[in-house]
């Protein structure tokens, strides 16, 4: 790239002796204890006296930077739930008198934090759970969740700062509560708690846009986008009674979709310099963690596996949750990959343009590819938008940015080089991939098979069987594959990249000779046959038959001298084998 910062990789050593003088930038504490899984609950972590690397410092950084909302977008998985509930256990007055949940950490080095602990009223809910097919029940699940919060503080109820209709209205929310009233719930509620405490209130909303991520898949986005902009404009935008506000998510959703009325939003992105180290685990801290527990001789394949995500100028970020599984298993595996579905990401790329699986393409052989990224998240783009798509993958975690033009030099958005994050996220995309051919994976196996050995008779008939069972697989439902085959051909060569990754080098959409082939597969060892594959789609008016087009196709591989790079590259031209693909709808025939 022309234009661009380079940042260099941090190093792979670490001083362990200087670790051990910074406490107050790196503290593991309680090492000698059990490693917990999935805890989420800072009270529970500390009381247990589990595996905990201070992220405390947090705290203080979020107070002093004196903003009244900010949103702090990470991947999942990257310790968001266990930071808010650090947050409210240290300032909600539910837990005053609990300082012993933070001695020891960076947060109580300083008498003034001392003093703030315990000291205002928080009101802290969750959206992680809100994961609903339709809009009906999505709203009552939030709704229910409203409730809850004024069933947790009906003892003000009690109090005499509470006028008669005002006591009568909360006792009715924590009973029923209509889609209107939730709207201004938390409004009413932090003016009822301020007056109680006598202090304004906190407000912290985990997973913020887990909803919003459900009514993309399931159709409801224009209902969701109308009840949560409301909803965020009385509680952030118009409370009077705020002191300040946490929402954490993995996407920053557009400002016009839900954010349109929040000029008092402070945006905290995985391209911010804020709060950088205190979501994941750095280098330093995972390699300090690894020694004491034993695995310091693993170092460099847990870097290979585990690092490479990248928040602001901070390279070389691991995930919290394979780390932690790692120094309680001592065994390699797609920990963090695993956690969720990916069937976003997989719907994405599977179903995108020709142009998203070319992209993807190059990722899965370990390039890089360069393309603008927009990090307000526009969900309804995403079916026609590739920089949408690389901008999700992007803040999902799935890639990561290598170099970006400087914004001050280019009148336009700036270009991002992305990559795969790491070795991890690359295995859960092979396995993905592999799974979109589950359905017909006798099929696809024969048919790779028969292509390798030269059976023609047998490359048509896995092939005829396989593209009945994937055309509409690799469709948008739009109808498209009577006119273009590219969605099917570059899924396919995805799989091709995949299962055949090992020997050949699979590539597709190249320039060589006069223009852009198809397909090439290219032997590592070069005694082995290489394979040019040209897709043509039947022109009706032109071509009597699949066989005139087998032929336009065979022709094209000629005239193009397609086969040009195999044979710089050492390839005997006796050693090439090229092959036209002709389609007509769900038909296919193959020749040579």
Request: hydrophobic share 35%; aromatic share 14%; with cysteine.
């Amino acid at each position: 790239m022309t234009d661009t910062k380079k940042t260099e990789n941090a190093t792979n050593t670490v001083n362990i002796e200087n670790i051990k003088k910074k406490e107050n930038k790196i503290n593991i504490a309680n090492m000698t204890h059990t490693v917990g899984i999935g805890i989420q609950d800072f009270l529970k972590l500390r009381e247990n006296h589990n595996f905990y690397i201070d992220k405390t410092s947090f705290i203080k950084e979020w107070w002093e930077s004196g903003d009244d909302v900010t949103l702090i977008t990470r991947p999942r998985r990257f310790g968001k739930t266990l930071n808010m509930s650090m947050v409210e256990e240290f300032f909600s007055v539910d837990y005053a008198g609990r300082g012993d949940l933070f001695e020891g950490l960076s947060i109580w080095e300083e008498e003034k934090y001392q003093n703030l602990q315990g000291t205002y009223p928080v009101i802290s809910l969750s959206f992680a759970g809100v994961k609903e097919t339709d809009f009906e029940s999505t709203k009552r699940r939030i709704i229910e969740l409203l409730m809850f919060q004024f069933e947790k503080y009906s003892f003000v109820i009690e109090s005499n700062k509470l006028s008669g209709n005002e006591k009568e209205y909360m006792s009715r929310m924590a009973r029923n509560m209509d889609a209107f009233e939730a709207g201004s719930s938390l409004h009413r509620l932090s003016d009822y708690l301020c007056r109680y405490y006598g202090k304004k209130v906190i407000i912290l909303l985990d997973e913020y846009d887990t909803p919003m991520q459900e009514a993309y898949v399931y159709g409801y986005w224009d209902e969701m986008v109308a009840f949560i902009r409301n909803f965020f404009n009385s509680t952030f935008k118009t409370n009077p009674y705020l002191e300040r506000a946490i929402m954490t998510g993995i996407t920053r959703v557009s400002k016009e979709s839900v954010f349109s009325d929040l000029n008092n939003l402070k945006v905290v992105t995985t391209t911010s310099n804020e709060y950088a180290t205190s979501f994941g685990f750095t280098e330093e801290e995972v390699f300090a963690a690894l020694d004491t527990c034993g695995f310091g001789e693993e170092k460099e394949k847990v870097k290979e596996w585990y690092d490479g995500f990248v928040f602001g100028k901070n390279r070389d970020i691991y995930n919290p949750w394979s780390i932690i599984n790692f120094l309680d298993t001592g065994e390699y595996t797609t920990y963090w990959a695993n956690t969720s579905s990916n069937s976003l990401v997989g719907k994405l790329i599977r179903e995108g343009s020709s142009q998203v699986k070319t992209g993807f393409e190059a990722l899965l052989r370990g390039e890089s590819i360069i393309c603008p990224i927009d990090e307000q998240i526009v969900y309804n783009q995403l079916n026609g938008s590739k920089a949408a798509i690389w901008s999700l993958l992007v803040a999902s975690g799935y890639l990561k940015i290598l170099a970006y033009e400087d914004m001050g030099k280019v009148g336009r958005r700036a270009n991002y080089e992305l990559t795969i994050t790491n070795g991890e996220v690359r295995i859960m995309f092979e396995s993905m991939v592999q799974g979109w051919f589950d359905e017909s994976e006798e099929e696809y196996n024969y048919f790779l098979k028969a292509l390798l050995l030269g059976d023609l008779k047998a490359m048509n008939h896995y092939m005829q069987r396989l593209t009945i069972t994937m055309f509409s697989y690799f469709d948008t439902g739009k109808g498209k594959f009577g006119d273009e085959p590219e969605r099917f051909y570059h899924g396919f060569v995805l799989g091709l990249l995949v299962d055949l990754g090992r020997d050949y080098i699979v590539t597709s959409n190249r320039e060589s000779g006069f223009g852009r082939y198809d397909v090439v597969i290219e032997p590592k060892d070069k005694t082995k046959d290489a394979f040019v594959l040209e897709f043509k789609v039947r022109d009706l008016e032109d071509e009597k038959s699949l066989s005139e087009t087998v032929e336009k196709a065979l022709a094209q591989i000629e005239e193009k001298q397609y086969e040009t790079d195999l044979i710089a590259r050492g390839i005997p031209k006796e050693k090439i084998r090229k092959y036209g693909f002709a389609f007509e709808g769900k038909n296919v025939l193959i020749g040579v």
